[in-house]
C-alpha cells in the first residue's frame, strides 16, 4: 500500500468517536462492506450507529454520480445516539464516490481511495478532465492513503508474505489465483480476505463471504 502521508503523521491517536464513510457503485457492495464492519466493531465492544445511503438511481451506469451508494458508520467506546454527520474517514472506491462525497470530509481526515479505478474512463463519468489524486490541494488538506483493491491479493492469518495461492469458489467453481499481502485478525471460520478485485473474479463481491477451496501454487 502506498500513502501520501508522511512516516512523522502515523502515530497512533486515541479518539472517543470515530465516523467512517464507505461509497462506490452499488456493485462494489457498499452495504455490504458496512455491515461487515459494524459486526466487526460491535464484537471489539464498541457502541455504535449506522447510515445506509442507497443511490439516487437504482440502474445508474457504474461509475455514474447517480449510481453511489454509501453506508456511514458511527463508532466509539462511549454512547452513540446518531450515525454523525462529517465523516472523519472517507473510503472511496471510485471517482464519482470521491466527487460525491468529498466536500463532507473533515478537513485533515483520512482518505482510502481505491487508486485502481481512477483511470480515464472512470474519471470522464464523474466529470474530472485530471486526476483528483494528484491535486496538491487536495494532498494538504487530507491523509490520503492510495491502495489499488482491484489487484489479485489476499490477507492470510499464517502463509508467508509473496505466497500464490488458487482459490476456487465452490459454489460456482471459478478460480482465481492471488499473492498473499497481508493479515487479518482472528475471525471464526475465516480461512482468507481477498482483494475487491479477486472477489469479484470468482463471483464473491455479491454474497460477501462464502466457502472456498484453497490450493498454494508457488511462492
Not at 437504482?58 to 462511549?78: C, H
Not at 479477486?198 to 464473491?204: H, K, P, Q
Amino acid at each position: 500500500m502506498s500513502t501520501s502521508a508522511s512516516a512523522a503523521q502515523s502515530k497512533t491517536q486515541r479518539v472517543e468517536t470515530v465516523t467512517i464513510r464507505f461509497v462506490g457503485d452499488s456493485g462494489d457492495g457498499m452495504q455490504l462492506t458496512g455491515s461487515e464492519f459494524t459486526k466487526a466493531s460491535a464484537l471489539a465492544g464498541n457502541d455504535l450507529a449506522t447510515f445506509p445511503d442507497y443511490p439516487a438511481e437504482i440502474r445508474a451506469p457504474a461509475g455514474s454520480l447517480a449510481g453511489v451508494s454509501g453506508y456511514q458508520v458511527n463508532f466509539g467506546s462511549r454512547e452513540i445516539h446518531t450515525p454523525g454527520d462529517a465523516p472523519d474517514v472517507l473510503v472511496a472506491m471510485n471517482p464519482a464516490a470521491l466527487k460525491t462525497n468529498l466536500a463532507d470530509l473533515k478537513t485533515g481526515g483520512m482518505l482510502i481511495v481505491n487508486s485502481g479505478a481512477f483511470n480515464e474512463s472512470n474519471l470522464e463519468k464523474a466529470g474530472y478532465k485530471s486526476n483528483p489524486l494528484d491535486d496538491e490541494a487536495l494532498k494538504s488538506n487530507y491523509r490520503i492513503f492510495r491502495v489499488d483493491m482491484n489487484k489479485l491479493t489476499a490477507a492470510h492469518r499464517t502463509l508467508p508474505f509473496g505466497t500464490r495461492v488458487r482459490v476456487t469458489f465452490l459454489e460456482n467453481g471459478k478460480s482465481v489465483v492471488v499473492r498473499i499481502n497481508d493479515r487479518f485478525p482472528n475471525h471464526k471460520g475465516r480461512v482468507i480476505d481477498l482483494s475487491r478485485g479477486a472477489a469479484r473474479a470468482i463471483g464473491l463481491i455479491g454474497p460477501g463471504t462464502g466457502r472456498v477451496r484453497l490450493e498454494v501454487v508457488g511462492p
